[in-house]
């Protein structure tokens, strides 16, 4: 029988063990799902089938540099003191080094390629450190960027990590002024480095609510569009960096700041830890009550 991936996916998400243990569970015993998840369980693949359904919107975020490469990633985990674990810690670094040079292009991926080109993948050791520590841990995502000799990155992470953010400009070996603009971004959050990266959807959208509001304000229809035109202004500033004062310079944008030192910023990817995952609701009362049970 054919093993699909969405049988290898579907086994994972109902064990929690490796997707190339999956595989192979799968392929020993034709592709039976209960007996695929028996095979895994025999083996004390599953073990962190439990921990599979957890929560993890806690974590940090990672920057690794390698010459012209880098990488920002973000690894969730359960609970805030976890990231202060040296484990945890050498677990951001070994991925970070591992994906800065092996590159791949998606999660799945990274986890199924093998740590230091040899040995275990990166899964099963991301599962051996939740073996160890006892909590979910995972990769979430990952961004590489690449640049010239004449470029440079900005690399900053605010507390330890809760916020990290990669910058790229070009023009420039000015690591500090590359820094100065991460830390700009950790501190205003742009979704965009200019107007032209706006997607025009996006921007026709806001341009009708604005006109929707400039009419329901009792405006002449004949200085509306003069009106949106420059409240659309405003809604550019808020999500492009380079339209917005510089937070060490508020007398500048960052377009000039950046121009006149000879440099433009070509990308940039901030991570914030968790965003748009559901917190977990602490109730130690009941958590009490389930270990009681247990």
Known sequence: MAITAKLVKELRETTGAGMMDCKQALQETDGDMDKAIEFLREKGMAKAAKKADRIAAEGLTHIEIDKNRAVLLEVNCETDFVTKNDQFKELLSELGKHIVKQTPETVEEALSQK??????????????????????????????????????????LHMGGSIGVLTLLEGTTDEELAKDIAMHIAAVSPRYVSRDEVPEQEADSEREVLKTQALNEGKPEHIVEKMVEGRLGKFFEEICLLEQDFVKDPDQKVKTYVSDKGATVKAFTRYAVGEGMEKREENFAEEVMNQMKK
């Not at 995972?138 to 640049?147: E, Q």
């Open 115 to 156: 740590l230091h080109g040899d040995g275990d993948t990166v899964e099963k050791y991301i599962n051996a450190t939740v073996g160890k520590i006892g909590e979910k841990i995972s990769l979430r995502r990952f961004a590489l960027m690449d640049k010239t000799d004449h470029d440079a990155f900005g690399a900053y």
